[in-house]
């Protein structure tokens, strides 16, 4: 419509994606941002500031990749004894990548994945983090109106990765049990849509799980395999958390899963990598398409000039990542420090009567804050998260922005920060569980919250029925992202 001054609102002025809403960046969710942004904790600074735990970044072994650049300064192209390189790298332009740096980086893969399997340097493609890499994938998957299915619940950027440009639909997977993606689940998901007259041209999955901390077992990964086979659709395997698995199960990729069956179509299969959470660095935006279909890597390659990694990044990542002795040791103690972490978070988490879905990989433990809700539902959860964030002065991330069905889960990333400030974000926990009891204590009303004892019954009977309980979709958009400077999502990595 045109308004009286001649100028056309900004809905006609504009293309669908620009004004769709796509990018899902007026959630609630984002409060969280903002109170975090406004009133960031500092610990002389701003003591009584937010403490940032929605955050699925590595920081626990920067340490060691300091020390090797000081002592690799020829890695670098900006310093006295890497400037000779300057000005071949600094024109590279070429989108297939420095060959040193494929190479690097197919190696690096073998090892996150403990080298039982290997990746071919000639099929990896360059991207700007996993982010352009999943986009990238579904141009090369899907037409616009097609659908993805993902088991819930997911990473909440998937809905902008994934479907944001392309158009591609998302169908969420609802299962008994997140930890378990069932055939039944996945063929009444295919069903379903068919029944919808949608097209299904995959399944999306992350392996380890973001936001569970989990890993996929052989057998459903088999499963997986053999149904996307059957129903000739593709699987996408996001394994970006890959070398975060610190304890035992370990990690099954899906290329080891598919090297033992010749009889399946390779051409469905693709692997999503990046070096935004194992290496612990989103902002060098190093990701990867890995797929074993000819066609997609030669397509996806030629869409990749629109992400490259630039050269610099390429040169010194083909130097680091060649160090096979770096490398072996800077994982093992990466898996180390992020077990160690993990296991003090939750035991002084189970102190004070607050259970985390039991996790072995990742950035992150799940929290069950259920017994905390007057109601199970969303809305009590983000009543409950505003506490959290308001009060307890803690970001944490609802469940609902990962499309969880069950209200009252949070997800509560721990890699960001130093001990220091988890001692802190914990004494604020204490405080908070302390004063919640004495409130509920007090308070006689039945129709009240529990008081500690009850609560503690509750929460067992809640993990017992955890495998039994079905949770429906509400689709929900939330991204990590924003081209916006001011967004308090520039600094968000989900
Ligand atoms: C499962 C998953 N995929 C992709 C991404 C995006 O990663 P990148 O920073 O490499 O774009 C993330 C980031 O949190 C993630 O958790």
């Known amino acids: ?24 960046e007026d959630v609630e969710y984002f409060d969280g941002w903002k109170a975090y942004d406004n009133d960031p904790y500092h610990p002389s600074n701003n003591p009584n500031g937010v403490i940032q735990m929605g955050l ?8 060691l990749i300091k020390e090797w650049m000081v002592k690799n300064p020829q890695a670098s192209i900006c310093t ?12 590279f332009q070429d989108y297939h990548g420095l060959p040193k740096f494929r190479s690097a980086v197919a190696k690096f893969m073998g090892k996150a994945r403990g080298d039982r399997v290997s990746f071919d340097p000639e099929r990896i493609v360059m991207s700007g983090g996993a982010t352009g890499a999943n986009e990238t994938l579904m141009f090369c998957l899907a037409d616009p109106g097609e659908a993805f299915l993902v088991p819930s619940p997911y990473y909440p950027a998937f809905n902008r990765d994934l479907g944001w440009r392309t158009g591609v639909k998302l169908i969420p997977i609802t299962c008994e049990s997140w930890n378990k993606i069932t055939e039944e689940a996945l063929k009444s998901a295919y069903e379903d849509a068919q029944n919808k007259k949608i097209r299904v041209k995959g399944l999306i999955i992350t392996n380890p799980s973001n936001p569970l901390g989990t890993v996929q077992d052989f057998d459903t990964l088999k499963m997986l395999v053999n149904f996307v086979n059957d129903k000739r659709i593709h699987l996408v395997c996001d394994e970006i958390f890959a070398a975060t698995v610190f304890n035992s199960p370990r990690l099954i990729s899906v290329a080891e899963v598919i090297k033992d069956m010749p009889h399946v179509n390779y051409d469905l299969f693709h692997i999503i990598y990046s070096l935004s959470k194992d290496l612990g660095m989103p902002g060098f935006r190093v ?44 994982l093992d103690k990466s898996r180390e420090r992020l077990s160690q972490r993990h296991k003090h978070l939750t035991r002084e988490l189970a102190k004070v009567g ?12 799940w929290m069950d804050l259920r017994h905390l809700l007057k109601k199970p539902t969303k809305e009590e959860e983000l009543k409950l998260w505003k506490v ?22 949070f997800r509560v990333c721990f890699a960001n920060m130093d001990d220091e400030t988890v001692d802190v974000s914990l004494q604020r926990i204490r405080t908070f569980v302390r004063r919640e009891n004495k409130e509920s204590n007090n308070n006689n009303d039945n129709t009240q919250k529990p008081n500690l004892k009850k609560r503690k019954e509750m929460m067992k009977l809640s993990r017992l029925s955890f495998n039994s309980r079905r949770f429906e979709e509400t689709p929900n958009l939330l991204s990590p992202h924003s081209p916006i400077p001011q967004s308090p999502l520039v600094k968000a990595r989900t």
């Open 354 to 365: 607050i259970q985390c879905l039991k996790s072995n990989a990742g950035l992150f433990v």
């Open 287 to 330: 990701g990867v398409v890995y797929s074993y279909n000819d066609r997609v890597v030669t397509t996806a390659r030629k869409m990749s000039s629109f992400g490259l990694v630039s050269s610099q990044t390429q040169y010194m990542l083909a130097s680091l990542l060649s160090d096979d002795v770096f490398v072996t040791s800077y």
């Open 1 to 24: 419509m045109e308004s009286s001054n001649g100028v056309f609102n900004n809905e006609q002025l504009l293309s669908t994606i620009a004004t769709n809403n796509g990018h899902g």
């Open 80 to 91: 006295h004894e890497g400037v000779n390189k300057f000005t071949d790298i600094a024109i």
């Open 388 to 409: 959290i964030i308001n009060d307890v002065k803690i970001n944490v991330s609802p469940g609902s922005s990962f499309h969880c069905n069950e209200a009252g889960w």
């Open 56 to 63: 699925a970044e590595n920081q626990l072994s920067f340490d």
